[in-house]
Each structure stands twice: as structure tokens, then as C-alpha cells.
């Protein structure tokens, strides 16, 4: 029998703490071939993307969350989601294979239950931008870009609260992601400052990929701008 990628886990819900089935995928079908200049991976096999299967929705509830979500819920915080979410909710399940749109419906109710939640910035930010990889995945420009720009406000309200600190982000890495979403979304005023922020680091940063990065990309805007001086 040939192995499948995908497998169910028993998730147990943050709010109702009630258990559901979510879809992931092993591990050693995941392999990336190269990421893009704002992180997103771009897998080998085109057909088990495992971004799809992030954020947990409880078919019960319906609060989604990642693994990246605390188990805290600050004091009132139950109640809004009781009545922001859940009373809403009609119980369905989104544990099995996924296709994109409901992927992104997973992290649209991801961002909106961590919002009400108070989550951390940063997740905030991670949770915004991938669902802007999964609309460039669609070819949406539009969507993507709205949801570059969410997450590139996240990425700042996170690097002034420095709620990054104590995560797998590092400093650095949130510098380029605001400077590297501001250009993408066409803020080049913005992606010049922070790219400079990054380069300021290159003595005392242990990330050098991501300093050479931030010259490229500095690099390229130069050029335009050159260019468009010319015409």
C-alpha cells in the first residue's frame, strides 16, 4: 500500500476544549525547492502544499488557531469569542484535505479568532502573510496585496512592541519583512528605510543571508529609480 502524504491528528480546541480531526502532512513529503523574496516556499510537488494545513478550525466552535497561539485567554476574552465566533458558527469540519479557498478560509478565521484573542503581533503577521501566499498561488494581485499590507502593519506594531522576542522570528528577519512587503505592495519609502535598518546590522547580525538579501533588493529599487529618473 503506498504511503499517503496526509494523516489525521486529534487536535483539542483552545476555547471549547472539545477534541476535532485536522489533516496534516508528513514530513517527508514536504520538500522545497526555493523560496521567494518575501519567504514563501515553493514546494517540489506542486500538489501537497502543507500551508493549507496550519491553522486548526474547531468544527465544533469554529476557533481557529495555529500552534503558535497561546493557551491564555485574557480575562472577557472567552465571552467575545463566544459571541464573536461561536454563537455564529454552524458546525462543519475542515480536517480534511484542503483545497486554497479553504486554506484561506482557515486563516481568514485564524486572523479574526487571534485578533479577538489579543494573539501576539507576530502571529498576526505570519497568519496575514500566508494567506497572501495563497492568493498569489490563485494569481489574485489584489487580495495579495491587501493581505501583504496587513501583514507588513502587523510586522511593525510587532517590531515596536518587540513581541517578536522569544520566537522563531528574529529581529532582522522582521526589519526585511517590513521593508520587503513595502516594496511589494509599492510603499518604496517605507521598504527604503527599514532595508537600511537591515543593512545597519550586517556587523552584529549571525543572519548574513538576510543581509545580502536586503542588498539586493535595495539594489534593485536604486536601479529603478534611476530608471525612472531617465524617462
Not at 514546494?43 to 501537497?48: A, G, L, P, R, T
Not at 498569489?136 to 513581541?163: C, G, H, P, T, W
Amino acid at each position: 500500500m503506498e504511503l499517503s502524504p496526509y494523516y489525521q491528528k486529534d487536535i483539542e480546541c483552545l476555547h471549547c476544549k472539545k477534541k476535532f480531526k485536522t489533516t496534516k502532512i508528513r514530513s517527508k513529503f514536504v520538500k522545497v525547492e526555493s523560496n521567494e523574496t518575501d519567504f514563501q516556499p515553493i514546494y517540489q510537488n506542486k500538489d501537497v502544499n502543507p500551508l493549507l494545513y496550519n491553522v486548526f478550525v474547531c468544527e465544533h466552535c469554529g476557533f481557529s488557531f495555529t500552534d503558535d497561539f497561546t493557551k491564555y485567554f485574557a480575562p472577557g476574552v472567552k465571552e467575545i469569542i463566544q459571541e464573536g465566533v461561536a454563537s455564529k458558527w454552524i458546525p462543519h469540519s475542515l480536517g480534511n484535505e484542503r483545497t486554497i479557498d479553504e486554506g484561506i478560509m482557515a486563516y481568514k478565521l485564524g486572523i479574526h479568532c487571534g485578533s479577538l484573542k489579543k494573539e501576539k503581533f507576530i502571529n498576526l503577521a505570519g497568519l496575514a502573510l500566508r494567506t497572501a501566499w495563497l492568493y498569489r498561488l490563485q494569481n489574485k494581485e489584489e487580495q495579495e496585496k491587501r493581505f501583504m499590507e496587513i501583514a507588513r502593519d502587523r510586522y511593525v506594531d510587532s517590531y515596536s512592541n518587540e513581541d517578536y522576542s522569544g520566537t522563531q522570528m528574529s529581529e532582522i528577519r522582521v526589519l526585511y519583512l517590513i521593508a520587503e512587503l513595502s516594496r511589494r505592495i509599492g510603499d518604496m519609502e517605507f521598504a527604503t528605510r527599514y532595508f537600511s535598518k537591515v543593512i545597519e546590522k550586517q556587523n552584529t547580525s549571525i543572519e548574513p543571508k538576510i543581509i545580502e538579501m536586503a542588498k539586493e533588493r535595495w539594489q534593485e529599487i536604486r536601479e529603478s529609480k534611476e530608471k525612472e529618473a531617465l524617462h
